[in-house]
C-alpha cells in the first residue's frame, strides 16, 4: 500500500513525488561531477593533471628528514602555478599532505580516475628517485607504454629539464606504472632527481632549483600542446603553417590585404594562421580565445606576404581588446592614425580589409573601432567610426 498526498485533483502516491526529488538530485550530482572545468579560453580549454606522488603515511623515498612526498607536493604546487599564467587550467590529485581515503591502494587508483573523469588533456605525475649508491644522478622521464603521445611529451620535458641541468641526460623510458597505465590521456612520470645524491639533493630540497624545475616541466608542457596544434614546432617564426578550415560560403579565419589592379584597389583573401604561441603568453593569460584570435590576426595583416599591402600602417599597435556577447572593441594607438598615409580609397579598403578580417573569426558579430581610446575617430581623415558596425 501507497502513501499517499492528497491535493484538490486527486492524490499523488508519495514514493513518485521521493523518486521525482531522487532523480532531481542524481542528476544535479552527475552534472556536478561531470562539467569540465572551464578556462577563460572557453573555446580551447587546455587541462593537465598534476600529481605530486605519495603523501601522508606513504612518503615515497628519503633521506634522513627528507621526504620524497614533500619535495613532489611543493614542485607540484609550483607547476600548477606556472601552467595558470598561460591559461592551462592545472587538477592537482592532491593539494596536501594526504592520502585518498587515508589508503594507498584506493590513493593510487583515484590518481587517474582525476583525469579520466575530467577528461584531462595530460597526465604529470611528480616523483624524486634513490639509489643504493651516491652516484646517479639528474632527471628522469617515463612514459605511458604503447603510447606515442606520451613518448612526444615525455622527450619534450626531458628537452626542458637538459636545458636546465645538463645533468638530466637520463633517456626517457616507458614505464609500467599503474597511473600512467590507467590514465586516458597522454601520461608521464617524472623523476626529478635523486636523493641519494648529494647534489641532486641539495638542488630538489632548494626553493629556487624547485621553481625552475616547474617552469622547465610548464615549458615542455607547452611545447607539447605547440607541436600538437601545429603539426610541425616552429623555430623562426611565430606563424604556424596550419591554418584552420574554413567554409566556402561563409569563410572563417581569413586575413584581407590589399593589393592594387588596373582597375583599382583590390581586396586579396589568405588564410588566418593558427595563434598556437600566443595562446601560451602570459601577458594573454586574462584574454578570450576570441581576443587573442584577434590580436594574431592584426599581427599578420601588419605582416603581409609578398606582394601584398598591409591596411594597417606598419607603426600600428594595440592597446586593448574586449569582447561582450559577440561585440567586439579593439583599441588601436594613436600612431594607427598619425603614421596613416593613404587617401580616401585606400582608407575606405583598408576599413574593409580589417572588418572582414575580424568578422571571419566566428562568434564575432559587431566591432567597434577605437583610436587612442576614443570612438568617433578616423584613420586618415575621411570615415569616422562612430557606430558600431554589425557582421
Known sequence: MYLSIKLRRGVIPLIII???????????????????VLSKQSEMIFKVVVDPGH???DTGTSYGEIYEKDINLRVALLVAEEL????????????????????????????????????????????????????????QVFY??????????????QQELIKLRQANQRSIKNGDFYVLKKAQCPAVLIETGFLSNPTDRERLTDPVYQKQLAIALKNGIINF????LSGKRQEKTLRTNVSLESNDEHPSYQLYYLTDSPTGILLVKRKLSFPTNNFFKQEYSNLSFKEIMI?????????????????????????????????????FS?????SFSGGATVELYSLKAVKKTLFSIPGIKGLNILINGKKGDSIGGHIFLKDTVMK
Open 334 to 338: 594613436k600612431e594607427t592614425k598619425t
Open 144 to 157: 605511458k607504454p604503447g603510447s606515442g603521445e606520451s613518448r612526444k611529451l615525455a622527450e619534450e620535458i
Open 18 to 36: 521521493i523518486s521525482i526529488i531522487i532523480t532531481v538530485v542524481i542528476i544535479y550530482n552527475s552534472q556536478c561531477i561531470n562539467n569540465p
Open 295 to 331: 590580436i594574431s590576426a592584426i599581427n599578420q595583416l601588419l605582416d603581409p606576404p609578398d606582394n601584398l599591402i598591409s591596411p594597417l600602417p606598419a607603426k600600428t599597435k594595440i592597446d586593448d581588446v574586449k569582447i561582450n556577447d559577440g561585440i567586439a572593441t579593439i583599441d
Open 55 to 57: 603523501g601522508s603515511i
Open 225 to 228: 600542446f605547440q607541436s600538437k
Open 84 to 139: 595558470e599564467k598561460v591559461n592551462i587550467i592545472p587538477i592537482l590529485t592532491r593539494k596536501k599532505d594526504k592520502l585518498y581515503m587515508n589508503s594507498r591502494q584506493k590513493d593510487i587508483r583515484h590518481r587517474p580516475e582525476i583525469a579520466n573523469k575530467n577528461k584531462a588533456d595530460l597526465f604529470i605525475s611528480i616523483h624524486a628517485n634513490n639509489f643504493p649508491s651516491s652516484q646517479p644522478s639528474g632527471s
